[in-house]
């Protein structure tokens, strides 16, 4: 998928945090194909190795890829890759958060720990892209920050409580911080998919049963692919969204027309009949 490239974004340099991932990989080939300079942070050098590689095929000539090893939830390193980032052009004009993920699990068999830890992966590492990234583009004129949320930010999903909570809270701080620093120029937008192969998100693929349900209530027929994320985080991150900021684009098939499907079968494989049947009866299992 994807579509011819242009000159849109030359000059211009960019920032993808989970580069190496399947959204932010394909994110960072987007706007590599239109003239940027690409810098992606991952945490696993060899994928990040490779996928430098391939954006070195795509890219223009004078653009400049490049990667940093570094962890989007660690305000330092962000800090270290942005300014990395800043060097081949002298600013940051586009910055991609792209790391997050969450547990299924029903309500009553959280934890603390699993609930606050789907809350930090999910809101800290665009905090963290938010603060570091705004600086740099407000002390030359602006710039566009874009987050990836999900389509669990708008619907009820039953057994991904902490996963929505954390998105729906992404995407409020979002709003907040394009209210704040829309004087300065600095654009904060969302691009909210649905069931995507890419990620943690992969594993669904594997049970056919389960994914007939996600298929079923997309009028589109279909589930996604990276590239149809990326071509909305393009649109944002580009020159043509300038008067858009504080939204969430949602890419999802059109499943937020019908409802999330039912994962029931799917928490009962992975934790056993005896401890949803316990959330279900209203009790808390082993307790």
Request: charged share 20%; net charge neutral.
């Amino acid at each position: 998928m994807g579509s011819s490239a242009n000159d849109a974004l030359v000059g211009m340099s960019a920032f993808v945090t989970g580069g190496a991932g399947g959204i932010g990989g394909a994110s960072a080939r987007w706007l590599a194909r239109d003239g940027a300079s690409v810098t992606i942070m991952g945490r696993t050098e060899e994928k990040l190795r490779n996928t430098v590689k391939e954006l070195d095929e795509v890219k223009h000539k004078g653009a400049v890829m490049q990667y940093i090893v570094g962890d989007a939830s660690v305000g330092a390193e962000v800090k270290k890759g942005i300014e990395f980032a800043s060097a081949p052009t002298g600013t940051l004009n586009m910055c991609v958060a792209t790391v997050g993920g969450g547990t299924t699990m029903p309500f009553l068999m959280m934890t603390e720990e699993v609930y606050l830890g789907d809350l930090r992966t999910n809101m800290l590492p665009p905090f963290l892209a938010i603060k570091y990234a705004a600086p740099v583009m407000a002390a030359n004129g602006g710039g566009s920050i874009v987050l990836i949320s999900s389509d669990s930010a708008r619907m009820s999903w039953p057994n991904l409580a902490a996963y929505c909570a954390g998105k729906a809270g992404l995407e409020a701080m979002m709003r907040v911080a394009a209210d704040e620093l829309g004087h300065l120029q600095v654009r904060v937008n969302a691009v909210r998919p649905g069931l995507v192969r890419a990620g943690s998100s992969s594993r669904m693929f594997e049970d056919k049963e389960a994914l007939k349900k996600f298929v079923v209530e997309k009028p589109l027929g279909r589930t996604g692919v990276p590239d149809d994320i990326a071509a909305g985080v393009r649109y944002l991150a580009g020159p043509e969204s300038s008067w858009v900021t504080g939204q969430s684009f949602a890419i999802e098939g059109g499943d937020e027309l019908r409802k999330a499907p039912n994962l029931e079968d799917v928490v009962r494989r992975r934790y056993g009949d005896d401890a949803v049947d316990a959330t279900i009866a209203g009790r808390i299992p082993n307790e």
